[in-house]
């Protein structure tokens, strides 16, 4: 079936430098996905969300990158942080509904001070 | 305010046993969703709840899961004769609705560990 999947399960970088954890999706239904936050013991927490009708979106520190034709979206994070070691969820969504949230695996991202 | 919050934490049961884990959305929230998180793994949607209703059960991932909601409140989820397999963290999250526009919040989550 189809599913939403990570190129790379780990990614370590040093504090200051730009990380950028990718996303896989094979739904070419799909229209709507997020990136999601994931602290040790805690639940997922929202980052940003890009809808298909876009390529590109910004937020604090962070960029969404949807690139359609290769079914590829990336996180990018600027200025990587301490306080920015967590696991990194992408989600897919078809239908419109938040019913229909599809996630990938995660990719684990560790910041070297 | 507060968040989404669930009980217990952790819970240790033998397999065979019921457990029942609890979900206080956020006031006001009308969508509750539950979610399964094997270790090392990906979110896995169970069901969703708007208002006291699930319109689609088909997430369960069999009959020996399932869920309420009261009072557009509480929700429960129920797992009877546990396996060693249902072993997981359980994530409940709530949302204003469930269109798009509506940000999922998440709560802790129950870490279930069946022996």
């Known amino acids: 079936g189809e599913s939403v999947g990570l190129h790379l399960p780990t990614l370590s970088v040093q504090e200051g430098d730009n990380s950028i954890i990718n996303c896989a999706y094979s739904?070419?239904?799909?229209?709507?996905f997020i990136w999601y936050k994931q602290e040790s013991g805690k639940g997922p927490q929202f980052i940003i969300d890009?809808?298909?009708?876009?390529d590109k979106r910004q937020g604090q520190r962070v960029t969404v990158l949807l690139n359609k034709t290769v079914k590829h979206l990336s996180l990018q994070i600027a200025a990587t942080q301490p306080g920015d070691s967590a696991v990194y969820f992408c989600?897919?969504?078809?239908?419109?509904?938040?019913?229909?949230?599809?996630f990938g695996k995660g990719t684990k991202l560790s910041v070297k001070p | 305010g507060a968040g989404v919050s669930q009980s217990p934490s952790n819970k240790v049961t033998e397999k065979g046993k019921d457990v029942e884990l609890r979900c206080d959305p956020i006031?006001?929230?009308?969508?509750l969703y539950w979610y399964r998180q094997r270790l090392g793994q990906g979110l896995e949607f169970l069901i969703y709840?708007?208002?006291?209703?699930?319109?689609?059960k088909s997430g369960l991932p069999s009959d020996r899961f399932s869920a309420e909601r009261t009072g557009e409140s509480v929700s429960t989820l129920t797992i009877q004769r546990t396996q060693q397999e249902d072993s997981a963290v359980y994530l409940c999250?709530?949302?204003?609705?469930?269109?798009?526009?509506?940000?999922?919040?998440f709560g802790p989550g129950t870490r279930l560990t069946v022996t």
């Open positions: 999250a709530s949302s204003s609705g469930l269109a798009l526009t509506y940000e999922q919040y």
């Open positions: 739904n070419s239904a799909s229209d709507y």
């Open positions: 890009i809808r298909s009708n876009m």
């Open positions: 989600a897919e969504n078809y239908g419109g509904s938040q019913g229909n949230l599809i």
């Open positions: 006031s006001g929230h009308t969508a």
């Open positions: 709840f708007q208002g006291n209703s699930a319109p689609d």
